[in-house]
């Protein structure tokens, strides 16, 4: 059975750190569908890695199918990955906002297909990914998505597929709130008189740090926050503006919410 290839539609960013975190868990072979081959992936090819351009070159037999194409090109593209999820290959979609209706559309209600939202930090094997699975997915089609989502970090299991449009605004888009952070905190340590070498290097470490205290740490973050906070201090004094009624919790709140909306307005 290890012998019998996984099949991966698209080796952009996202589909190519599957592939990279397959091959260095030993999950090969991997056959991969990319009309653009990055000099990454070209690399790849040579280490149990069959790279194609067309799809109708794809081996009949496989382990499975991942989809990582945008949303957009899933849309269009879906039709030709018919006779592949009709053949009982688990059909496991990265697109976000493609909703089991729509690719039972262009599949049929045979396809066993499972959805799951991974984000970008799992490039370095710290992303975590939001999987749900139709109804006639089989507990082997839950496990195997499971372990290749594993791939790029954690995974957790929602139970209602509208949840995956919550996780879309949360940890799909999350990881540009925080880079935006990144970018205020900067532009501000320079307002402040700052060289800019210097706003650049606090700004990303700041993130970094906090970021690697919260994985080390099993406290919540609100106690890592209190934490750094003495009274009457110069955080106080920040978070006083950042905790006001218009301060960053709406803020976040609005934006999630716009993103979520638009994660479903791309499912229907």
């Not at 939001?130 to 089989?138: C, R």
């Not at 449009?165 to 700052?194: I, K, M, Q």
Request: aromatic residues 2%; glycine residues 8%.
């Amino acid at each position: 059975m290890a012998s019998t290839p996984l099949l991966l539609i698209g080796a952009g960013r996202m589909g190519g750190a599957l592939l990279k975190g397959w091959l260095a868990r030993g999950l090969g072979p991997v056959v991969v569908v990319e009309t653009n081959p990055s000099p990454a992936l070209k690399r790849l090819a040579k280490h149990d890695v069959t790279l194609l351009k067309n799809l109708e070159d794809a081996p009949k037999r496989l382990r499975a199918c991942v989809v990582a194409l945008k949303p957009q090109i899933l849309k269009t593209e879906a039709p030709r990955l018919r006779a592949i999820a009709q053949s009982g290959v688990p059909m496991i979609s990265i697109a976000a906002g493609s909703s089991i209706k729509l690719m039972t559309k262009a599949w049929s209600k045979s396809a066993r297909i499972v959805r799951a939202m991974p984000n970008t930090p799992g490039a370095v094997g710290e992303g975590i990914s939001a999987l749900y699975a139709a109804p006639n997915a089989t507990p082997a089609d839950r496990k195997l998505a499971e372990v290749l989502l594993a791939a790029l970090g954690e995974t957790v299991w929602v139970k209602r597929e509208t949840d995956i449009d919550t996780v879309t605004a949360v940890s799909g888009s999350g990881p540009a709130y925080v880079f935006l952070l990144v970018e205020c905190l900067e532009e501000a340590a320079r307002r402040e008189g700052l060289p800019p070498s210097i706003a650049h290097r606090l700004a990303r470490q700041t993130i970094i740090g906090a970021g690697a205290l919260l994985k080390a740490e099993d406290a919540p973050a609100e106690a890592l926050r209190r934490n750094v906070t003495s009274p009457h201090g110069t955080t106080e004094a920040a978070l006083n503006i950042l905790m006001a009624k218009d301060g960053m919790a709406p803020l976040i709140k609005r934006a999630v919410s716009a993103a979520r909306k638009r994660a479903k307005e791309l499912a229907s």
